[in-house]
Each structure stands twice: as structure tokens, then as C-alpha cells.
């Protein structure tokens, strides 16, 4: 009878539990750990890395780690364990290239390559292919359809956003391209590229720094900065009081304008501040303006009505 049987306990050897078990699940968890602090640690330490570093560098360890395993488990002729540990390093190494790359066609397939190794490994055991499903490459699986429809979804409202300001910029370009005058300078233009060099060289291009800040400077250079520009009209209150004091003039090469979103905000930002601005100079002229510096005949000064 059944009862009868004696039971056996088969516990496998210490490094494989070591290299399996062990390490790949702790420096996994570490890694997640890691991405959520990442940008709140990334703003006061920028030697810090991403979030897709931290993710990458430990999705990596767990593939070295799992490799390992591989190995030591087909020395000692543990040849089922091999195969399981083999296949999944592999489908691993897939999550590392993702993470560093940062595209969701590598999340899936890591998901499909786990799924199905683990359903030739349930054939070879059990003899079903689907006695038992591979949680991690389900829960990946409906991660990266769920992300990627977020992404399209995102992309389509962007493209939505963005569609007046094409036809817009389409209707520009139609009458600037309209006129003779303004195709010649588009041709001077383009000869003045050529000239520099411009179109040729593929490493040379165009970028926007945002302006250097006074207050990430070191304290004695931060002290002469300060002696200087108190109270100059081209820095904003605003940004005394938030302690953003940016430099005029001076661009950070370290900060690059790197997304559409961050000009938008910037736009908005210089929008307030002229807006404030001309209030300032509306209420100090009185409606007057300006209508010569030296104005031998008349006045120097008109309304808007004039």
C-alpha cells in the first residue's frame, strides 16, 4: 500500500542552491530596490546611475550567476538542473539587453523563451507540456503587453497633441517656400551649412544646454557669484526665492535639453515671467512708448493711440 512507502527527502547541494536559489533572487530584488531610489538620489548625486543602469547591472549578475550554475551543476551530473538553470541564464541575458537598451521587444522574448523551455522541460519530465505554468515568464508576458499598450496609447495622444502644430508649421513652410525672396535664403542657407561643414560631418550637431546654476557651484565660487549678481534685473526673483540661481549667459554641459516636455515647461516659465515683466513696464511708462532716444522735433515719447 501507499502507506507503506517510505518517503525520501532529496535536498540538493548547497552552491546550487547557492547559484540558483540564492543569489539570482536576492540581486534581482536589490536591483528593483535600487530603480525606485534611483531618482530621488540621482538629483542630489549625479555620479548615481539611471534606473535602467541599476536594473541592467544586477539583471546581468543574475545571468553570471545563474551561468555558474549551469556549469557547476554539469560537472557534478546533475543534468535536469542543468538544463533548467541553462535555459533560463539564457533567457535572461535577454533582460539585461533590455534593461540596457531600453526596449520592450527584449521583455518579451524573455517571456516567450521561459515560457517555452519551461514547457520542453514539463514534456521531458511529466510528459505535459502544460502540467505547470512558469510564473515569471507569465507575469513578464502580461508586464510587457500591459507597458507597450501604455506606450502606444501614449504615443497616440501625443501624435493627437502635436497635429495642429504640424499643420501649422505645414501652412508656414507653404507660404515661406511661396515666395522667391525667402527660397533664396533658404538656398544661403543651405550653402552656408555646406560650407562649415555641417551636412558631412555626422557628429557635429546642434544642442541646448540649460544655463549653468550658481548654486551647484563650490561655496567660494558660489560667495563671488553672489557678491556680484544680487540684485540683477536678468536673474527673476522667482528664482532667488526657490534657490535656483541660474547663470545668464553661461550654459551647463552637463544638462542637456532632452525632451519636448522640458521646452514646453520652459516656454511656459519665460511666458510668466515677460508677462510680469511688461506689467512692471506698463505701470512705470504710463501707456508712453518710446519713440526715439535722441528727437530733435516733437516728442520723444508717444501713446499707443499716436
Not at 83 to 103: D, N, P, R, W, Y
Not at 111 to 137: D, E, N, Y
Not at 201 to 230: E, M, S, V
Request: proline share 5%; glycine share 6%; with cysteine.
Amino acid at each position: 500500500e501507499r502507506r507503506s512507502l517510505e518517503t525520501f527527502v532529496l535536498k540538493p547541494p548547497w552552491i546550487l542552491y547557492f547559484f540558483w536559489w540564492g543569489i539570482p533572487s536576492t540581486v534581482v530584488g536589490v536591483g528593483l530596490v535600487l530603480a525606485t531610489v534611483a531618482p530621488h538620489v540621482h538629483r542630489h548625486f549625479e555620479a548615481f546611475p539611471y534606473p535602467h543602469v541599476c536594473l541592467a547591472a544586477c539583471a546581468g549578475l543574475a545571468c553570471v550567476t545563474e551561468a555558474t550554475g549551469t556549469l557547476i551543476a554539469g560537472a557534478i551530473g546533475v543534468n535536469h538542473l542543468a538544463l533548467e538553470f541553462g535555459t533560463t541564464a539564457f533567457a535572461t541575458s535577454f533582460i539585461f539587453v533590455a534593461c540596457l537598451q531600453q526596449k520592450m521587444l527584449y521583455m518579451l522574448l524573455f517571456a516567450v523563451l521561459q515560457s517555452f523551455s519551461w514547457m520542453g522541460i514539463c514534456l521531458w519530465f511529466w510528459k505535459l507540456p502544460f502540467v505547470r505554468m512558469h510564473v515569471t515568464g507569465l507575469g513578464v508576458l502580461v508586464m510587457a503587453l500591459w507597458v507597450a499598450g501604455l506606450r502606444a496609447r501614449a504615443l497616440w495622444w501625443s501624435k493627437k497633441l502635436l497635429r495642429q502644430d504640424q499643420m501649422r508649421y505645414d501652412r508656414l513652410w507653404s507660404s515661406l517656400m511661396a515666395d522667391d525672396d525667402s527660397q533664396g535664403c533658404i538656398r544661403h542657407l543651405e550653402k552656408v551649412v555646406s560650407m562649415i561643414g555641417l551636412d558631412k560631418n555626422k557628429k557635429i550637431c546642434c544642442r541646448q544646454h540649460n544655463r549653468q546654476r550658481a548654486d551647484k557651484l563650490p561655496p567660494p565660487l558660489r560667495a563671488q557669484y553672489l557678491r556680484h549678481a544680487t540684485g540683477d534685473p536678468a536673474i527673476y526673483s522667482l528664482f532667488w526665492d526657490i534657490g535656483h540661481w541660474y547663470m545668464p549667459g553661461r550654459r551647463d554641459k552637463r544638462s542637456l535639453v532632452a525632451s519636448t516636455n522640458q521646452l514646453y515647461a520652459q516656454a511656459a516659465i519665460a511666458n510668466l515671467l515677460l508677462i510680469e515683466r511688461l506689467k512692471v513696464w506698463a505701470s512705470l511708462c504710463e501707456g508712453m512708448v518710446r519713440v526715439s532716444e535722441r528727437a530733435r522735433h516733437g516728442p520723444s515719447v508717444a501713446s499707443p493711440e499716436e
